[in-house]
């Protein structure tokens, strides 16, 4: 079973910055791609940026703002959020496919508080 801890959310005001950590723990599994979700109240859950073999994938409303990293050694990924807007607002939820010996499998965090306000 793999698990998907996040950590870094928080409370910042507009134009600020936070970096989100995720990190996956479990036994004999691959990271095929992991990245960033998240839902704001009343919204639907949307792709945030997610990166698989080098190639990283942002939404259009974050790009230029947000800089998503990984550290393969860790299996782990960090988003760093600058000029943060008040849109910007939501759970975020770290994700990844993994690769178990029955199969691929998606895997969730349980999600990390992003609010943005003055």
């Known amino acids: 079973q793999v698990q998907l801890v996040e950590s870094g959310g928080g409370l910042v005001q507009p134009g600020g910055s936070l970096t989100l950590s995720c990190v996956a723990s479990?036994?004999?599994?691959?990271?095929?791609?992991m990245g960033w979700y998240r839902q704001a109240p009343g919204s639907r859950r949307e792709l945030v940026a997610i990166?698989?073999?080098?190639?990283?994938h942002y939404a259009d409303s974050v790009k230029g703002r947000f800089t998503l990293s990984r550290d393969n050694a860790k299996n782990a990924v960090y988003l760093q959020m600058n000029i943060l807007k008040p849109e910007d607002t939501a759970v975020y939820y770290c994700?990844?496919?993994?690769?178990?010996?029955?199969?691929?499998?998606?895997?969730w965090g349980q999600g990390t508080q992003v609010t943005v306000s003055s």
């Open positions: 479990g036994s004999r599994f691959n990271i095929n791609n």
């Open positions: 990166t698989s073999d080098g190639f990283t």
């Open positions: 994700k990844s496919q993994v690769m178990l010996s029955t199969g691929p499998s998606d895997v």
